[in-house]
């Protein structure tokens, strides 16, 4: 089975640093873009984070996230990362990582699989 799942949310007060770990099946961190979206409370869709190709050498982030937040992976590991620093409330979400074939995620449409979600909260 095909999988993606993240890890490393939690609790956290305005101003600290967490790192999102997303762990995928070997198959598909080696091949595919993948990237990160949040979903807020109440929010009706999931937002545009950042992205990163299969190689590494492209990025691409949210402008509100910009010089803030930093993805990476690790192709030894099977293993993307999401370094966020100075964490602000409305950066309070569940945060998801996707796997894309297709540049879906462009249009919030990632080819997926998707994981299951990890929260960050914020605290003011």
């Known amino acids: 089975q095909v999988t993606v799942t993240e890890s490393g949310g939690g609790l956290v007060q305005a101003g600290a640093s967490l790192r999102l770990s997303c762990a995928a099946s070997?198959?598909?961190?080696?091949?595919?873009?993948m990237a990160w979206f949040r979903q807020a409370p109440g929010g009706e869709e999931r937002e545009f984070v950042a992205?990163?190709?299969?190689?590494?050498?492209?990025?691409s982030y949210a402008d509100s996230v910009k010089g803030r937040f930093t993805i990476s992976r690790d192709t030894a590991k099977n293993t993307m990362y999401l370094q966020m620093n100075s964490l602000k409330p409305e950066d309070t979400a569940v945060y998801y990582c996707?796997?894309?074939?297709?540049?879906?995620?462009?249009?919030?449409?990632?080819?997926?699989?998707w994981g299951q979600g990890t929260q960050v909260t914020v605290s003011a």
């Open positions: 996707a796997a894309d074939q297709t540049m879906g995620y462009l249009r919030g449409q990632p080819s997926g699989p």
């Open positions: 992205a990163i190709s299969a190689n590494g050498g492209t990025i």
């Open positions: 070997g198959a598909i961190f080696r091949t595919r873009l």
